[in-house]
């Protein structure tokens, strides 16, 4: 069987040292189904959190699955299949090619579970014999090195070099490669710590937790007597406005004291443009 990976660098393949599988990958979840171990790993992937804070901040975690792949510019060149918990499975194809020399995250990976770091992309003005990648990648384009029939090229050109090549390939009945455009949707906060801003309707209480304001008492309005003689959001220090009381146990509770940023405010325009 194939597995098919999304990269936006396929100048690099020759500096691949490992195959990156999602937790939820249909080869993943057929490992599992064998192995507790692998089943285990693949579970607690799934609990970390899949946010793109999550993902940054986590440490980086893989498990061997004792699977290899053959490397789709050399039949005899094989590399390991991890599960990885960086890779997700709504993004791109749940599988990635790890480039150490040229990725970050790959290189920390790779040190970690002691994978080789082959440099394939030198700056402009190095020499291929002695540059080396130590404990930061290079992700700029350059000159191809250590990368065969791609030795000396741009990055720009070796791009197209692979592309043209793999695409006139087959495995299977498909081409071996297509060009494709991927869009990524990524986490955006839409709130603030700040005075300025649409308060967001919400209270916290200890009991029932976060709590609606209910439809009587809005708008929540800001309070007008407010200081900014100090850094930081001064509906944090407002005497009495966060005080309130719980609307479902009645209890103490706090109204939320970050605001909507202005561009969740001006998004409503219409509205009032439509129904004047």
Not at 6 to 17: E, I
Request: aromatic share 10%.
């Amino acid at each position: 069987s194939d597995v098919t990976v999304y990269t936006t660098r396929p100048d690099t393949l020759f500096g691949a040292s490992f195959l990156a599988i999602s937790a939820d990958h249909p080869l993943a979840r057929a490992l599992s189904a064998n192995n507790p171990e692998i089943a285990a790993f693949c579970e607690e992937c799934r609990r970390q959190g899949t946010s793109l804070a999550a993902l940054e901040t986590a440490e980086k975690k893989g498990m061997d699955t004792g699977v290899k792949v053959v490397h789709p510019l050399d039949a005899s060149w094989e590399l390991p299949v991890y599960i990885a918990n960086f890779v997700l499975m709504d993004y791109g194809t749940g599988a990635i090619f790890g480039c150490p020399s040229g990725d970050q995250r790959d290189l920390d990976f790779a040190r970690k579970y002691d994978l080789p770091v082959v440099a394939v992309v030198m700056p402009e003005g190095e020499d291929a014999q002695t540059f080396a990648v130590g404990d930061t990648a290079y992700v700029d384009d350059g000159v191809m090195i250590n990368s065969r029939f791609l030795d000396g090229m741009t990055t720009t050109d070796a791009f197209e070099a692979v592309v043209s090549k793999l695409s006139a390939q087959t495995l299977g009945n498909e081409p071996q490669a297509e060009r494709k455009v991927n869009f990524r949707l990524r986490d955006w906060g839409i709130s603030r710590q700040r005075y300025w801003g649409c308060p967001i309707p919400v209270i916290h209480c200890e009991v029932c937790g976060v709590v609606p304001v209910p439809k009587k008492d809005l708008p929540v309005k800001l309070p007008d007597d407010v200081t900014f003689d100090v850094p930081g959001n001064p509906l944090d220090r407002h005497p009495t406005w966060r005080h309130v009381s719980c609307p479902q146990c009645g209890k103490d509770a706090r109204r939320e004291t970050d605001t909507l940023d202005t561009f969740v405010v001006s998004s409503w325009y219409f509205t009032r443009f439509s129904e004047p």
